[in-house]
Nanobody
Framework: VQLQASGGGLVQAGGSLRLSCAASGSIYMINYVGWYRQAPGTQREMVAL???????NYADSVKGRFIISRDDAKNTVYLHMNRLRPEDTGVYYCGAMITTTPTIPATHHWGQGTQVTVSS
């Protein structure tokens, strides 16, 4: 199983970006996918998470600005980031709990990070 994250870049404060996380490989079920970010000198933190039952959670700092969505046909989860702030700067990672076969417990996978830089 591989997770491919993309869509980062440099944007001015107030702007928008859309991140994508595409899963590939032997996938029986994607239990949930989350977006996490890590700024220099800080711990990785959850930004948004969506489950296969459409349960969604957001960090308080992004509520009302970010939207997580998924396209099951493409095994892809998106993070729509609006009204970006300089404090949103960091490396964004996607992580997913994936079941590869129904007889083996799900395991967590990480994608590579994508840099988001918001200038003031």
């Amino acid at each position: 199983v591989q997770l491919q994250a993309s869509g980062g870049g440099l944007v001015q404060a107030g702007g928008s970006l859309r991140l994508s996380c595409a899963a590939s490989g032997s996938i029986y079920m994607i239990n949930y996918v989350g977006w996490y970010r890590q700024a220099p000198g800080t711990q990785r933190e959850m930004v948004a998470l969506i489950s296969n039952m459409d349960s969604i959670n957001y960090a308080d700092s992004v509520k009302g600005r970010f939207i997580i969505s998924r396209d099951d046909a493409k095994n892809t989860v998106y993070l729509h980031m609006n009204r970006l702030r300089p404090e949103d700067t960091g490396v964004y990672y996607c992580g997913a709990m994936i079941t590869t076969t129904p007889t083996i417990p799900a395991t967590h996978h990480w994608g590579q990070g994508t840099q988001v830089t918001v200038s003031s």
